[in-house]
């Protein structure tokens, strides 16, 4: 069997979840939100990750049933969270740049989604990569606004690893930055990206956004990443991605 076809049974079958990797605010060691990360629980092959399975999926014209998939799942995880009356927070969906393209197929589905799981608007939140969101920023922004409009806040992530024009970016009605994890990997040996990750919080604040570092691991870069402002982070130092029902035993401890 091709890769592709296990990926059409895998569908069929639903193998697909999200996992949840939790956000944390650096100011007050709050969790606020998570990011939703796909993960495909194959009977053959275990749980197969990302890494193997996107590229492909985005090549053979699966990836946006997949996402829906991730979509759903986290939807109605939030939905469990809430009936046990967990602390609330937003979990951020990555979304590909061909699903930003079909921008009203999106929103149905985004809309739908949320209203069959009751969730509120507020507590989902979409990531989109820079280098999406600059391929087509015209498209991008209008996408952008018309989620926020209806509750839905936007991100764009990777941030660093493509090719933003400042004028570009500041038209972008989004709330957040994330600093993708190759920069904060090294930030505590190289100066360069240590300047690198400085200068992208400063921007994010001048632009009034808030910023997210991706990738942290150690107690160093959490120090570094205080002291530069950094708003919020993401990383193994905290907590490795965590199925729906180990989410849920992390909130009641935070409760
Ligand atoms: O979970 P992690 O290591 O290994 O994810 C690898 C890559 O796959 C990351 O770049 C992440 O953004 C991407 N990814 C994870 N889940 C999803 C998803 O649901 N949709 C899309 N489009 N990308 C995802
Ligand atoms: O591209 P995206 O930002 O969505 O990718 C998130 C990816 O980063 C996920 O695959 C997640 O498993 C991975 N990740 C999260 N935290 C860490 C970390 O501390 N170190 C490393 N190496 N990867 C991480
Ligand atoms: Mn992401
Ligand atoms: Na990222």
């Not at 569908?11 to 999200?18: I, K, V």
């Not at 060691?29 to 796909?38: P, R, T, V």
């Not at 090294?186 to 919080?201: C, E, G, L, Y």
Request: net charge negative.
């Amino acid at each position: 069997l091709t890769m592709q076809h296990k990926l059409r049974r895998a569908l069929d079958r639903q193998e697909f979840m999200a996992y949840f990797q939790p956000q944390v605010d650096i100011a007050t060691g709050a969790i606020i939100g998570c990011e939703a990360l796909a993960r495909w629980q194959s009977p053959d092959d275990g749980m197969v990750p990302p890494g193997v399975f996107i590229p492909v999926a985005e090549e053979c014209g699966l990836i946006d049933a997949i996402c829906l998939q991730i979509l759903v799942d986290s939807c109605r995880w939030i939905a469990e969270w809430r009936s046990r009356g967990l602390p609330e927070i937003t979990v951020a969906v990555n979304i590909s740049g061909r699903q930003f393209h079909n921008s009203r197929q999106l929103m149905s589905i985004v809309e739908q989604t949320l209203a069959d799981a009751g969730v509120p608007p507020r507590q989902l939140e979409l990531e989109l990569t820079e280098s999406s969101a600059m391929n087509d920023p015209e498209n991008a922004i209008n996408v952008v606004r018309m989620f926020r409009d209806r509750g839905v806040a936007c991100s764009i992530d990777d941030f660093g690893t493509g090719y933003s024009s400042l004028s570009v970016l500041k038209r972008f009605p989004i709330h957040k930055l994330k600093i993708d994890r190759s920069f904060v990997m090294d930030v505590t040996n190289d100066p360069n990206d240590a300047a690198i990750v400085q200068a992208i919080v400063a921007l994010a604040h001048a632009l009034n956004l808030k910023v997210v570092a991706e990738g942290v691991e150690t107690l160093e870069h959490l120090e570094f990443l205080r002291s530069v402002r950094c708003d919020t982070i993401q990383g193994y130092l905290f907590s490795r991605p965590l199925p729906g029902e180990a989410m849920a035993e992390f909130l009641a401890q935070g409760k």
